[in-house]
């Protein structure tokens, strides 16, 4: 339940997908530290090179995995990442502010997948979130579509339809968020979290990180305050952990603020993604 909109249906395109949340292989792997970030420039790839390398290129996989996604940070070390999608649109342009000053008063560092729909309907709310150093804003698309080249959706929502529609998912939101910020994302997140191969691809090739999750921490903001802390309480070291923060009638503040607290006493710290990732 990753749509952070609605629950878990039928899609129109006739694939039913499951609500399990969490990818069977997380893929931790050996500790390493921060390391230098690339240059904040944006990406010379162009839609019409995007479309000549894939046009006609067959997925093979679907889902929550892909070469290059990433699931956990690397090595661990008691460290977790919180990550919170603000997905826009109808029913999906809320701010939970309640959740956003938990973290501010914890002093929680985490990092924000936005998309294009919601900036616009919270502009004021974007400009605080990003000013504030304790959060970093990450990649949600342009439109909160699955990043699909044949059209395959998930829990409802039509996916993008060709290779040249997963670079407007993409470079939609980016070229926004870069104008709003003064540099490019580095991590991107598709609406529902599901990618197929070649879609993967394209994200790296416009030279963002495809950032999935390894703990579903609120079932795309549907789960009740204890459903959330019991699902955020149970991360291991290296989890990246999604909630959501656009849904204020949610269980997600509520949640998170009885975990996090657990998580804290039991040894572990927080940070961003760019912290933890090269």
Same mark, same amino acid.
């Given at each position: ?6 629950? !878990? ?22 500790? %390493?530290? !921060? ?9 010379? $790839? ?28 690397? *090595? *661990?070390?008691? $460290? ?12 999906? #342009? ?28 919270? /502009? ?14 990450? &990649? ?5 579509? /699955?990043?699909? +080249?044949?059209?395959? #959706?998930?829990? %409802?929502?039509?996916?993008?339809? #060709? ?21 490019? /994302? ?16 394209? $994200? ?11 703990? &579903? ?10 459903? $959330?802390?019991?699902? +955020?309480?149970?991360?291991?070291? %290296? #989890? ?37 990732? /090269?």
């Amino acid at each position: 339940m990753l749509a952070g909109c609605s629950g !878990p249906r039928k899609s129109t395109s006739g694939d039913t997908v499951s609500g399990s949340g969490s990818p069977t292989d997380p893929k931790a792997t050996a500790a %390493g530290a !921060p390391t230098s970030r690339p240059s904040p420039t944006a990406s010379s $790839v162009t839609r019409a090179e995007i479309v000549a390398r894939y046009g006609h290129a067959i997925p093979r996989t679907w889902g929550f995995d892909a070469p290059g996604v990433v699931h956990a940070l690397p *090595g *661990g070390k008691r $460290v977790i990442a919180l990550t919170f999608d603000a997905c826009g649109g109808p029913g999906g #342009s809320g701010y939970d502010r309640a959740l956003i000053d938990f973290l501010r008063e914890r002093r929680i560092p985490a990092t924000l997948f936005l998309n294009s729909r919601w900036i616009d309907a919270n /502009p004021s709310a974007f400009h605080r979130l990003a000013a504030d150093p304790l959060f970093e804003i990450a &990649n949600h698309g342009t439109r909160h579509r /699955p990043l699909s +080249v044949t059209g395959r #959706s998930a829990y %409802g929502i039509p996916g993008t339809r #060709s290779a040249a529609e997963v670079y407007d998912e993409i470079a939609g939101n980016r070229a926004k968020l870069t104008g709003l910020l003064g540099a490019p /994302p580095r991590f991107f997140r598709s609406g529902t979290a599901y990618c197929d191969d070649i879609a993967a691809r394209i $994200v790296t090739d416009l030279e963002e990180r495809f950032v999935s999750f390894s703990v &579903n921490g609120d079932g795309g903001a549907t789960f009740t305050p204890e459903q $959330v802390r019991t699902a +955020v309480a149970s991360a291991r070291d %290296g #989890s990246i952990v999604l909630c959501h923060m656009n849904h204020p009638r949610g269980g997600t503040a509520r949640g998170i603020a009885a975990a996090v607290p657990r998580l804290l006493a039991g040894g572990h710290t927080f940070v961003r993604l760019s912290d933890a990732l /090269p």
